[in-house]
């Protein structure tokens, strides 16, 4: 099993956050990503919003960094680690877009990029930006198979009803023949869309117990990963028991990877935890 970092300081959701990160910037969280990456994990993560309801950020949280700018940067201080997106939302962009943009991130990553795609959920964000909401699946089903189609083609090509487009140059896109892509979402129909279009499913929200019920109900194709959280922030110092019996439960609901929360004081506590975490790791 393999285990990933939700990365601390790019996201501040109440309840998970810890205090010092407000505080905290670039150079803790390059920090951090080269622990990480200097300890074999297998992914970090950052997620998308552009702008969050003032009304809803006490729930979701205000603090969203861009993660095309901040992988940007962590690529350049890492080297093995891969740049996970969880998630971006389809209905922002065209999937031309999405390929240029995050296909240079795959190049100056020499390879090392995850799209994380979801459908999104905010409303008042979608009509803030001026993106279609009520078929938000159906556009983000056709997005994921346009992205599939031409995400490292330099002549990608497709035709569908919401996206349609051949001739272009796309240069530079993804180095990797097939980057991987995981679909995000909280419903049997989100684990479905993972299947028939991705290459992992990377649910939000849900119990083990409810995702070990998901994904008995399908079939999964070979190499389909399933990325589950620990649930709360892990101390593998201070309660390395708990924190294996956290990692055990994910991978007995069906995780191939375990994407992961960790409590820390501050960065450099931070980084004592993932030594102590990969060490539980490797047992």
Known sequence: MKIGIVSPVVTAVPGVASAWERDAGIDELARIAETADDLGFHHLTCSEHVAVPADMAAVRGATYWDPLATFGYLAARTRRIRLATQVLVLGYHHPLAIAKRFGTLDVVSRGRLVLGLGVGSLEEEFGLLGAPFADRGARADEAIAALRAGLSRRLPEFHGAH???????VEPHAVQPRVPLWVGGRTVRSLRRAITFGDGWVPFGLSHDEAARFLADVERPPG?????????????????GGTARRLERAAAAGA????????????????EQLAALAGLASR
Request: glycine share 8%.
């Open 224 to 240: 389909f990963d399933v990325v589950l959280g620990a649930g709360r922030p892990v101390d593998p110092i201070g309660d390395p």
């Open 256 to 271: 191939t990877i375990v994407s992961t929360s960790v409590a820390a004081r501050d960065a450099e506590h931070y980084r």
């Open 163 to 169: 996206y349609d487009y051949a001739d272009f140059v």
